[in-house]
């Protein structure tokens, strides 16, 4: 990994459940939950803000999604 990436790394998590659902989170409170179509199409689902970075994280874990990287590649959606 690039080394200008790690600090944005560390902000933010990216969460999947079934195979184009997933949930993307930033510390900065946000939240954007979408699905990811294998030809590259990406439909925003919701979008949150004012959200708690750990605790939404915990819930999404507990509701059986799995964080599968911080998501760099979705970044663009908080934007």
């Not at 184009?20 to 946000?30: D, E, S, Y």
């Not at 970075?53 to 990287?69: H, N, Q, R």
């Not at 998501?71 to 663009?76: F, V």
């Amino acid at each position: 990994m690039d080394e200008d990436k790690y600090p944005k790394a560390g902000l933010q998590r990216l969460f999947q459940k079934d195979a184009n659902h997933f949930v993307l989170l930033h510390k900065k409170g946000q939240a954007v939950a979408f699905q990811a179509e294998l030809n590259g199409n990406v439909t925003i689902t919701d979008r949150q803000t004012d959200i708690d970075f750990s605790s939404t994280g915990l819930s999404l874990l507990d509701e059986g999604w799995k964080c599968v990287g911080p998501g760099l590649e979705y970044s663009w959606l908080f934007e």
